[in-house]
């Protein structure tokens, strides 16, 4: 079955590490997005990709990058951890025409 | 700055009650309107409403969206223990992107 998968799914990691939390799927949707979850802020977008090769910064994009080299992965980069990126990250993907957007399980980062 | 605002944030209901949520949106370039339920991990799809006044329903659940007052209500009817999730409310703005509200925690009590 088609889906879309996230990992890990639980991360510890130090202040100033860099840390690239994966996102899959396997839709062959050529949308793909971000998100981080927080208390009291709902989902806030990160950055997005509407296709290989293209990226674009959400909401809340400073500390993060993403790249996406083929149609089923979009990495997510964080350069330099901080403890205000502890977070539940979520990735998501969608295809043109459709506005639906499949969520994956979710990658839970403790910055330390 | 675009924004979608939920309302309330947090609702305690017995099962069985009728329950109203609330979505209001100021979203430039506004596309359609989506529900989804999260429970214990990744949000699950609703809903979609484009066009005002049509009501969407599936089961116990509705919704309906207003496109000249700017806002979209889902109302769920003999709450069960297992509606107990966080709902959320989002505007699709521009090509695909996404502008959340922070979500309606509810919790249906036996």
């Known amino acids: 079955d088609a889906e879309i998968t996230q990992s890990p799914r639980h991360k510890i990691t130090e202040t100033g590490r860099q840390v690239t939390l994966a996102c899959h799927q396997t839709w062959n949707h050529n949308n793909m997005f971000w998100y981080r979850q927080d208390l009291g802020h709902g989902l806030r977008l990160i950055h997005y990709s509407y296709g290989v090769q293209d990226t674009n910064k959400g909401e809340v994009s400073d500390g993060y990058s993403v790249s996406r080299s083929n149609t089923e992965d979009l990495p997510l980069t964080l350069e330099s951890a901080a403890s205000s990126q502890t977070s539940v990250y979520f990735c998501?993907?969608?295809?043109?025409?459709?506005?639906?957007?499949?969520f994956g399980p979710g990658t839970r980062l403790t910055v330390t | 700055e675009d924004k979608v605002v939920q309302s309330p944030l947090s609702l305690v209901v017995h099962e069985g009650d009728t329950v109203t949520l609330n979505c209001s949106y100021e979203?430039?370039?506004?596309?359609?309107l989506l529900w989804y339920k999260q429970e214990k991990k990744a949000p699950t799809f609703l809903f979609m409403l484009?066009?005002?006044?049509i009501e969407k329903k599936s089961g116990r659940l509705s919704s309906i969206l207003d496109k000249k007052e700017l806002f979209s209500i889902l109302n769920i009817t003999a709450t069960q223990t297992g509606d107990s999730a966080i709902y959320l409310c989002a505007v699709v703005q521009g090509a695909q992107k996404l502008v959340f509200g922070q979500g309606t925690r509810l919790t249906i009590n036996p």
């Open positions: 484009t066009s005002s006044g």
């Open positions: 979203v430039t370039n506004f596309r359609s």
């Open positions: 998501a993907s969608s295809r043109d025409p459709t506005y639906e957007q499949y």
